[in-house]
């Protein structure tokens, strides 16, 4: 069972990871499975104590700006709208660590063959790093955190004017609005974004 919107942090310690959790919308009781899952998720892809603590900060990060439930290590379910993959600080992709041992990376749907539907946003260029995926007309996704450099992937259905993502400033003014699918930026620049609503 998911703990909604759960802060957990997660550190090794002499082989034993411990737990603390904030406010959050599940019972206290209900947070310990959870922690034992990503303890087992971390120890399986042999972590050490510092990439956990350092890959389950940013995790954090990400569920105080964006929201959402963490299903696994380094993922976050933003409520059936889309979803995060948090890269390990110095690695190109995220690992699977929720169906596997964790040291192979997770699949990307905008990297795929064919169109997934989705607008794929990298905090790092050349489509690597943490990314977001966004599936779901109308919501506004925030990247707030990324700053300078970054690039995406419109890989939403071919050719339609609606699916153009839009991006906005800190004030909520529209800056950029991509080209219809399929789209791409191998070399963009978050930090004037702080928002992005992939289709109208």
């Keep these: ?37 990503f303890a087992r998720q971390a120890e399986s892809a042999q972590l050490t104590r510092a990439q956990t603590t350092a890959l389950q900060s940013e995790v954090n990060g990400y569920l105080k700006g964006m929201g959402g439930t963490q299903v696994a290590l380094n993922k976050i379910d933003l409520d059936g709208r889309g979803e995060v993959l ?16 964790g040291t192979r990376v997770v699949a990307d749907p905008c990297l795929a063959p064919g169109v997934s539907g989705n607008f794929c946003a990298y905090k790092e260029s050349g489509f690597e790093g943490t990314r977001i995926t966004m599936w779901q007309c109308g919501t506004r996704y925030y990247v707030s955190t990324w700053g300078r450099g970054g690039s995406w992937i419109n890989d939403q259905t071919r050719g339609l004017e609606s699916r153009r993502a839009r991006m906005y400033n800190p004030n909520g003014t529209l800056i950029y609005r991509t080209p219809v699918p399929y789209s791409s930026d191998s070399t963009g620049d978050w930090q004037p974004v702080r928002s992005v609503i992939p289709c109208g």
């Design 86 to 101: 948090v890269a390990l600080p110095g690695e190109a992709r995220p690992r699977d660590f929720a169906s596997g041992d």
């Design 1 to 37: 069972m998911a703990v909604t919107r759960s802060r957990v942090a997660i550190a090794a310690a002499g082989g034993l990871l411990m737990l603390a959790t904030g406010v959050g919308t599940a019972e206290a009781g209900s947070a310990a499975p959870e922690a034992s899952r």
